[in-house]
Protein backbone atom coordinates (compact mmCIF):
# COMPACT_ATOMS: atom_id res chain seq x y z
CA UNK A 1 0.00 0.00 0.00
CA UNK A 2 1.14 3.33 -0.61
CA UNK A 3 0.09 6.44 1.64
CA UNK A 4 -0.45 9.69 0.87
CA UNK A 5 -0.02 12.71 3.01
CA UNK A 6 -2.74 15.41 1.56
CA UNK A 7 -1.85 18.92 3.54
CA UNK A 8 -3.75 22.50 3.54
CA UNK A 9 -3.96 25.43 5.79
CA UNK A 10 -6.70 24.48 7.92
CA UNK A 11 -7.61 20.75 7.42
CA UNK A 12 -11.25 21.33 7.19
CA UNK A 13 -12.62 21.23 3.53
CA UNK A 14 -10.29 20.38 0.60
CA UNK A 15 -7.94 18.06 2.38
CA UNK A 16 -10.03 16.00 4.45
CA UNK A 17 -12.50 16.09 0.48
CA UNK A 18 -9.22 14.92 -1.26
CA UNK A 19 -8.80 12.32 1.51
CA UNK A 20 -12.14 10.64 1.61
CA UNK A 21 -11.47 10.10 -2.31
CA UNK A 22 -8.42 9.54 -2.38
CA UNK A 23 -9.00 6.48 0.35
CA UNK A 24 -12.64 5.52 -1.54
CA UNK A 25 -11.70 5.85 -5.22
CA UNK A 26 -7.89 4.92 -5.60
CA UNK A 27 -7.03 0.99 -5.00
CA UNK A 28 -3.45 0.09 -2.85
CA UNK A 29 -3.51 3.94 -1.51
CA UNK A 30 -4.17 5.31 1.98
CA UNK A 31 -4.65 9.06 2.41
CA UNK A 32 -4.29 10.88 5.29
CA UNK A 33 -4.73 14.57 6.12
CA UNK A 34 -3.57 17.20 8.15
CA UNK A 35 -3.24 20.87 8.22
CA UNK A 36 -0.67 23.56 8.78
CA UNK A 37 -2.46 25.52 11.01
CA UNK A 38 -5.50 22.70 11.60
CA UNK A 39 -8.90 24.80 12.43
CA UNK A 40 -9.64 21.72 14.96
CA UNK A 41 -13.16 21.05 13.22
CA UNK A 42 -14.62 19.29 9.67
CA UNK A 43 -16.50 22.32 7.94
CA UNK A 44 -20.06 20.83 7.99
CA UNK A 45 -20.82 21.87 4.50
CA UNK A 46 -17.48 18.94 3.53
CA UNK A 47 -18.67 16.26 5.64
CA UNK A 48 -22.37 16.76 4.08
CA UNK A 49 -20.92 16.50 0.71
CA UNK A 50 -19.10 13.51 1.72
CA UNK A 51 -21.94 11.77 3.21
CA UNK A 52 -23.77 12.21 0.16
CA UNK A 53 -21.59 10.75 -1.53
CA UNK A 54 -21.44 7.86 0.65
CA UNK A 55 -17.19 8.31 1.98
CA UNK A 56 -18.17 9.69 4.61
CA UNK A 57 -15.62 7.68 7.78
CA UNK A 58 -16.16 9.20 11.47
CA UNK A 59 -11.77 8.70 11.43
CA UNK A 60 -11.96 12.03 9.54
CA UNK A 61 -11.02 14.99 11.33
CA UNK A 62 -9.07 17.95 11.42
CA UNK A 63 -5.65 17.57 12.88
CA UNK A 64 -2.43 18.98 12.72
CA UNK A 65 0.44 17.95 11.19
CA UNK A 66 2.61 17.07 14.69
CA UNK A 67 0.51 13.82 14.93
CA UNK A 68 1.61 12.67 11.38
CA UNK A 69 5.26 13.68 10.89
CA UNK A 70 6.91 10.82 12.34
CA UNK A 71 4.60 8.69 9.64
CA UNK A 72 6.30 7.21 6.52
CA UNK A 73 4.88 8.86 3.31
CA UNK A 74 4.93 8.21 0.04
CA UNK A 75 4.05 11.70 -1.80
CA UNK A 76 2.57 14.54 0.21
CA UNK A 77 -0.12 16.46 -1.74
CA UNK A 78 -0.35 19.90 -0.85
CA UNK A 79 -3.84 21.32 -1.78
CA UNK A 80 -3.41 24.80 -1.20
CA UNK A 81 -0.70 27.78 -1.66
CA UNK A 82 0.03 28.29 2.02
CA UNK A 83 0.50 25.14 2.55
CA UNK A 84 2.88 24.77 0.13
CA UNK A 85 5.03 27.53 0.84
CA UNK A 86 5.20 26.34 4.51
CA UNK A 87 5.15 22.78 4.19
CA UNK A 88 7.65 21.37 6.61
CA UNK A 89 10.51 19.25 6.37
CA UNK A 90 9.75 15.19 7.31
CA UNK A 91 12.28 12.84 8.77
CA UNK A 92 12.55 11.45 5.27
CA UNK A 93 12.97 13.39 1.61
CA UNK A 94 9.37 12.58 0.52
CA UNK A 95 8.05 13.56 -3.19
CA UNK A 96 6.02 16.34 -2.82
CA UNK A 97 3.41 18.09 -5.73
CA UNK A 98 1.48 20.96 -4.92
CA UNK A 99 -2.60 21.13 -6.83
CA UNK A 100 -4.20 24.16 -5.84
CA UNK A 101 -7.56 24.75 -5.11
CA UNK A 102 -10.17 27.61 -4.46
CA UNK A 103 -11.03 27.40 -0.77
CA UNK A 104 -14.67 26.82 -0.47
CA UNK A 105 -14.88 27.78 3.21
CA UNK A 106 -17.48 30.46 3.88
CA UNK A 107 -19.44 29.73 0.54
CA UNK A 108 -22.71 27.73 -0.17
CA UNK A 109 -22.54 23.95 -0.56
CA UNK A 110 -22.19 24.23 -4.50
CA UNK A 111 -19.06 25.43 -3.90
CA UNK A 112 -17.72 22.16 -2.01
CA UNK A 113 -19.34 20.32 -4.96
CA UNK A 114 -17.30 22.54 -7.17
CA UNK A 115 -14.24 21.46 -5.48
CA UNK A 116 -15.38 17.55 -4.84
CA UNK A 117 -15.80 17.26 -8.65
CA UNK A 118 -11.62 19.48 -9.30
CA UNK A 119 -10.29 16.87 -6.73
CA UNK A 120 -11.80 13.82 -8.23
CA UNK A 121 -11.25 15.07 -11.77
CA UNK A 122 -7.68 16.87 -11.45
CA UNK A 123 -6.21 15.31 -8.14
CA UNK A 124 -6.45 11.72 -7.82
CA UNK A 125 -4.93 11.47 -11.49
CA UNK A 126 -2.36 13.37 -10.54
CA UNK A 127 -1.59 11.21 -7.53
CA UNK A 128 -1.42 8.01 -9.33
CA UNK A 129 1.00 9.37 -12.00
CA UNK A 130 3.24 10.61 -9.16
CA UNK A 131 3.09 7.39 -7.38
CA UNK A 132 2.71 5.09 -10.52
CA UNK A 133 -0.28 3.26 -9.43
Known sequence: MKKVLVLCTGNSCRSIIAEALINAKLDGVIAKSSGVKASGKVNPNAKKLLEEKGIWKEEYHSKTLDTLIDEEFDLV????????????????PIPKIHIGFVDPDGKGFEAFETTYKEIEEVLLPAVQKALGV
Open 77 to 92: VTVCDHASQTCPMFPR
